[in-house]
């Protein structure tokens, strides 16, 4: 495969290189605290016992999430931390990104219900992908968000 054809990685935590683990706080730094604005506590003791699903292209990580097992985040699985570069919007790298998280939190974790924590902007996002909202809307960091399940 060659550098210009886009690909995912899945790794644990403790499989992580250095250089991945930095590409992805850089990237969630860009995003959810300069581009959003949001000052919060991004390392939030989650992230060593989730799967980090990576999309890059051109060596550089595009679009990325993490998988959190059952029970972590919610009593389901979960989808947590979705994002993509902002250089890299409008070329349906996000949808990519979620269609195989949606596989790979099956191949992890069984077959079940997937909750997410959704900025409300993304509501028919990720409807397109089968969730349904639940719940009230709620602010977190300052963002509205709402809880979705598949």
Same mark, same amino acid.
């Given at each position: 495969?060659?550098?210009?054809?886009?690909?995912?990685?899945?790794?644990?935590?403790? @499989?992580?290189?250095?250089?991945?683990?930095?590409?992805?706080?850089?990237?969630?730094?860009?995003?959810?605290?300069?581009?959003?604005?949001?000052?919060?506590?991004?390392? @939030?003791?989650?992230?060593?016992?989730?799967?980090?699903?990576?999309?890059?292209?051109?060596?550089?990580?595009?679009?990325?999430?993490?998988?959190? +097992?059952?029970?972590?985040?919610?009593?389901?699985?979960?989808?947590?931390?979705?994002?993509?570069? +902002?250089?890299?919007?409008?070329?349906?790298?996000?949808?990519?990104?979620?269609?195989?998280?949606?596989?790979?939190?099956?191949?992890?974790?069984?077959?079940? +219900?997937?909750?997410?924590?959704?900025?409300?902007?993304?509501?028919?996002?990720?409807?397109?992908?089968?969730?349904?909202?639940?719940?009230?809307?709620?602010?977190?960091?300052?963002?509205?968000?709402?809880?979705?399940?598949?």
């Amino acid at each position: 495969m060659n550098a210009e054809t886009p690909f995912f990685t899945l790794k644990s935590f403790n @499989d992580l290189t250095p250089g991945e683990l930095y590409s992805i706080l850089r990237l969630r730094n860009e995003v959810f605290v300069v581009e959003q604005n949001c000052v919060f506590q991004d390392a @939030d003791n989650k992230d060593q016992d989730s799967h980090h699903l990576m999309y890059w292209k051109n060596h550089a990580l595009i679009a990325y999430c993490r998988l959190l +097992p059952p029970g972590l985040m919610y009593e389901e699985m979960s989808i947590g931390r979705v994002v993509s570069s +902002p250089g890299s919007r409008g070329i349906s790298a996000g949808k990519q990104l979620i269609a195989e998280a949606i596989d790979c939190c099956h191949q992890l974790f069984g077959k079940g +219900p997937i909750r997410i924590g959704a900025q409300c902007y993304l509501i028919n996002f990720y409807a397109g992908f089968g969730f349904k909202t639940e719940g009230a809307v709620y602010l977190e960091d300052g963002i509205e968000h709402i809880e979705m399940v598949k």
